[in-house]
Each structure stands twice: as structure tokens, then as C-alpha cells.
């Protein structure tokens, strides 16, 4: 059986597919079974794991819609070992679409059911806002990993997200927690960012991850040649921190 995650965080620009694609390659090195499933209309995801998202046939936006399921429409990533779930502009009206059918925010929970025991773990990159479709994806997960940089404006917006996933707990999905705050684009050298890291382990304990990705130019370049930063350059600072975070992730999910 599958555990299904969600990389999630309501503020813009903190890492989140950065996270997906890497953590899925990271996964994938450590011999895992990974499926990626891009939630984004920008496609991003789609792109950074070496898939042309101008050329898709079905994507996710058709199995939402119920028009095809996930078999149909998952597409390799060759550069990074792992199954994509993938995202184009279409899934900008998905949201529209379905504010009209049945169960509208369980829609890909249903979809990935079906494909379940070909994977180890689910991967699900969120859009940076709390709509239909992040809906879709707290429902359908096990646990949230929220990417977060070490800044004060992330820490007024993790609040929100924390507010957020107690109610879909509440009321959607009683299976969903929050699995861990993973520490991104970190610079030690600002005292500002040392500051934030250590209010989120006085605060939230053994839910930070020890493992920290610091900010690393290898990473910020992987996507424009469609693959995976812990593929493009495994040696980098970055592509290493992401391997040890998968192995994190592994020895976290034994103690769940």
C-alpha cells in the first residue's frame, strides 16, 4: 500500500517542486517505487522531471474529470526513475468543472486508489493556494511535508497552513497529519534564518526534519534541462541533501 503525501504550503516561491521532483528522485535512488502527481496548473513538476507538458495526451486534469484514470495517463521519467501524474494549463478549469460534480474534493483520492499497490509512495505537488485542487490532495494524503524557508514572513504563513489541515482532519480526511517542516534554501551564514530554524524545533520538536537543503545554484539550474537536480549533479550539496532527506523519509514512514 502506497503512503501518499502531499508537498504543501499556501506562500509562493518556498521549494515546493523542487522538493517533489527531488524527493521522488531521492526516493527512486534508494530504490523506492515513486509516482509524482503534479496538482499545478504552471506544470512545473511536469517539466523538472523531463516530460514535455505541451505534448501530453491525458493528464491529470482528464482523471479528475473522470475521463481517464491514472494508468492512462501516468508518463515515465527516464531522468528520474519515477512515474509522473502530469499537470498543463487545462487543469486551470478543472477547478470550475468540478465545482459541480459528486464528491469534488475526493476526486483524485478515487483516482489513485486504483494504483495503489504499484507504489511505495505518492508524491503530491500542491499549488501555492488553498483551493480545489490542494483540497484534492490533503484529501487524498497521508501527511503533509511542508517546505519552508527560514524567514519571518514563512513563519506567519505556517500558521495558516497548520489551521488548514486541522480542518480538513476534522472534517475530510481523519487520516491526514502533518509528517514534518523540511528546512529549504538554507544559508547559514544569516543569523536570521539560524533564528527561525531554531524557533521551529523549540516549537515544533521531532516534526522539523533533521535533514536541511541549503541553497545550492546545481539545484536552481536542473530544471531548465528537464531533470532532476539530485540526476543532474548527485555530487552537489543539494542533490546529496535531498538523497539524505528520502532516506529520512523512509526511516520516518517505518515509525508512523
Do not use: W
Not at 515513486?34 to 523538472?48: C, E, K, Y
Not at 527561525?196 to 546545481?218: A, C, M, W, Y
Amino acid at each position: 500500500m502506497a503512503k501518499i503525501f502531499c508537498v504543501a504550503n499556501q506562500k509562493g516561491g518556498v521549494g515546493k517542486t523542487t522538493t517533489s521532483v527531488n524527493l521522488a528522485a531521492g526516493l527512486a535512488k534508494l530504490d523506492q517505487r515513486v509516482l509524482l502527481v503534479d496538482l499545478d496548473p504552471q506544470g512545473n513538476a511536469t517539466m523538472g522531471a523531463g516530460i514535455n507538458k505541451a505534448e501530453l495526451e491525458s493528464s491529470i486534469y482528464q482523471v479528475l474529470l473522470g475521463e481517464s484514470d491514472v494508468a492512462g495517463a501516468r508518463v515515465r521519467s527516464e531522468a528520474g526513475r519515477f512515474d509522473v501524474l502530469p499537470a498543463n494549463r487545462e487543469l486551470a478549469g478543472a477547478e470550475v468543472e468540478m465545482v459541480s460534480l459528486e464528491n469534488r474534493e475526493r476526486r483524485l483520492k478515487d483516482g489513485l486508489a486504483a494504483v495503489d499497490a504499484d507504489y511505495d509512495f505518492i508524491l503530491v505537488d500542491c499549488p501555492p493556494a488553498l483551493s480545489l485542487l490542494t483540497l484534492n490532495g490533503l484529501c487524498a494524503a497521508h501527511g503533509v511535508i511542508i517546505p519552508m524557508q527560514c524567514e519571518y514572513y514563512a513563519l506567519e504563513g505556517l500558521s495558516d497552513l497548520v489551521n488548514t489541515i486541522k480542518k480538513v482532519h476534522a472534517n475530510l480526511n481523519t487520516d491526514l497529519k502533518i509528517i514534518g517542516l523540511l528546512r529549504v534554501m538554507f544559508d547559514p551564514r544569516m543569523t536570521l534564518s539560524q533564528q527561525v530554524s531554531n524557533q521551529l524545533e523549540q516549537h515544533f520538536g521531532d516534526k522539523v526534519f533533521k535533514t536541511i537543503i541549503p541553497r545550492n545554484v546545481r539545484l536552481a539550474e536542473a530544471p531548465s534541462y528537464g531533470i532532476p537536480g539530485v540526476t543532474f549533479d548527485p555530487s552537489s550539496k543539494g542533490a546529496q541533501a535531498y538523497i539524505a532527506f528520502g532516506a529520512e523519509m523512509v526511516q520516518r514512514i517505518k515509525t508512523m
